[in-house]
């Protein structure tokens, strides 16, 4: 998580929520005395401060998806997708990324500038990039995913994911916001903690933090003895 990085000149005070996207989804803020935040959005759904956000993760239907002809140099990509509605800015700021095909095309990844819209039903979709096609796109052989950007849509859920950091404030849904990925912070605690241990996101579906689970990323550790639903410091380091 190391793109996007924006040194001055922001549009959003770290503590402010905002109904219109301000800054990059992504972006990398770092303040004076070293926290991190990313700027991103909540789902359709309210997030309450200190918890583990998760990331948006790709969806089956619009990945692996069978490429048009496309020249070299071209910023507009069409292709079919599959029966899962591709909504408004659902991959703004996310990536197109070929993942299988022929030499030259393979790993090539590019940033998504806007797109059109899908119904459930599947159908095409016109992706606008940020920067040409390095390489031309061979109808079939080439295999396109949507990718969306891990901060666009993180949510308190019910199921565990990378963790997109925590809301420093309570974030009305849909709204834009800065998640701190890195620093000192406060965060809810799922279980006693000591001094130093290691924290990774919440078996109870990633709302809260806790020690002791080898299937998930450590993102941070214990600053202060830890106190079951208490919020207590800790030191992120997803960034």
Not at 93 to 118: C, E, F, M, P
Not at 181 to 208: E, F, M, Q, R
Request: proline share 5%.
């Amino acid at each position: 998580m190391n793109q996007n990085i924006k040194t001055q000149a922001f549009k959003q005070g770290i503590y402010e929520i905002s109904s219109t996207q301000k800054e990059t989804l992504g972006c990398l803020r770092v303040m004076a005395d070293g926290r991190k935040f990313r700027y991103a959005k909540a789902t359709a759904v309210a997030l309450i401060p200190g918890v583990c956000l998760q990331c948006a993760a790709p969806t089956a239907n619009h990945i692996n998806r069978s490429a048009v002809t496309t020249a070299i140099g071209s910023q507009q990509v069409t292709f079919t997708v599959g029966a899962t509605e591709v909504t408004a800015d659902m991959y703004k700021d996310g990536y197109l990324q070929v993942n299988a095909g022929t030499a030259g095309t393979l790993g090539r990844q590019y940033r998504i500038k806007s797109h059109t819209t899908v119904t459930s039903a599947g159908g095409s979709i016109t992706v606008q990039l940020d920067e040409p096609l390095g390489v031309a796109l061979i109808a079939t052989t080439d295999k396109l995913s949507l990718i969306p950007n891990p901060f666009n849509g993180v949510s308190e859920g019910a199921v565990q994911k990378p963790c997109a950091g925590i809301a420093p404030v309570p974030v009305t849904a849909s709204y834009y916001f800065w998640a701190q990925t890195g620093g000192v912070a406060a965060a809810l605690l799922d279980n006693a903690t000591a001094v130093g241990s290691n924290l990774i996101p919440a078996a109870s579906g990633g709302v809260k933090l806790f020690v002791v689970d080898y299937l998930q990323p450590v993102i941070g550790y214990a600053l202060g003895v830890g106190v079951t639903n208490e919020y207590k410091p800790m030191f992120l380091t997803i960034d």
